[in-house]
């Protein structure tokens, strides 16, 4: 069994839980269900850097990354160095995160919030609407072609954008439909957590180009970026890089800036 396999069980029991102690009817209550949302397509389309910085504490692959950040200072730094949208991994189990950390990037910030967890129920998406998200990621490794459809169709409904993450080309084959924005490739092997940018350079051509991509994992120089545009990449998620400085706001302004010169 791989990490996937295990999050997924994780998950599962983690949503039953959540469902039983916050009704449906109670989110769609929530302040921010009402809040009109901002399209991190739109935003990448626009952009020369395409940089979708995350927010992370740690991860499966290298454990602990920065635990001392406070999620608001990350996300106003973040809007100020000029990055496109923001990862907030939700996963508290394998990557530390929360859902207020949602709220709390949401309060401090406008730019388009992205909710990065393991969605495997319907319930998750209105969650992330609740919280505050205007985008939501689809992993295809863990979902079938008819969920893909289900949950990228809701998400719509809700005027969040759908990011759709793939990893190889059987993937990306059952997954493309209209009800997406954005794919994104995964660099990372997730069965080896080898990194390689071939996977975004390969799977690139197979892309119709009514989508807007993204290559996500191992991008950490702006060689990396530079390699990556060619292929018609036009957003870049990137991790582990900023978050492990003292100040990822910072470090993605001075990235920025370089990226463009």
């Known amino acids: 069994m791989n990490i996937l396999d295990k999050i997924v069980i994780d998950k599962r029991k983690e949503v039953d839980l959540r469902k039983s102690l916050i009704p449906i009817f109670q989110l769609e209550q929530s302040v921010l269900f009402e809040r009109q949302t901002n399209s ?7 952009s020369d850097s395409g940089i979708i910085a995350e927010h992370k504490r740690r991860s499966p692959s290298k454990s602990i990354i920065n635990q001392d950040l406070n999620v608001q200072d990350v996300a106003k730094g973040y809007e100020d160095a000029g990055v496109c949208g923001m990862s907030v991994l939700t996963d508290s189990k394998y990557f530390g995160g929360a859902l207020d950390d949602l709220l709390m990037a949401r309060a401090s910030s ?5 909710r990065k967890e393991f969605i495997i129920d319907t319930y998750q998406i209105i969650e992330a609407k609740a919280y505050g998200a ?7 490794a863990i979902l079938t072609k008819e969920e893909i459809k289900l ?8 005027n969040l954008d759908v990011l759709l993450e793939v990893h190889n080309e059987e993937e990306l084959h059952k997954s493309i439909m209209p009800s ?16 390689s940018l071939d996977t975004s350079k390969q799977l690139s051509q197979m892309i119709p180009g009514d989508f807007v991509k993204v290559s996500e994992s191992g991008i950490s120089s702006i ?3 530079k390699e990556l545009q060619p292929y018609g990449y036009e957003g870049f998620l990137i991790g582990e890089n900023f978050m492990k400085t003292n100040n990822p706001g910072l470090s993605a302004s001075k990235f920025i800036k370089n990226l463009e010169l």
Do not use: H, Y
């Open 223 to 225: 060689e990396a970026i």
């Open 134 to 140: 205007d985008v939501i990621l689809l992993i295809a």
């Open 151 to 158: 949950f990228s169709e809701l998400a719509k409904s809700l």
């Open 180 to 195: 997406l924005d954005m794919l994104g490739v995964n660099n990372r092997n997730l069965k080896t957590f080898e990194v």
């Open 110 to 114: 406008t730019i388009p919030l992205l």
């Open 40 to 46: 991190l397509a739109q935003n990448l389309k626009a």
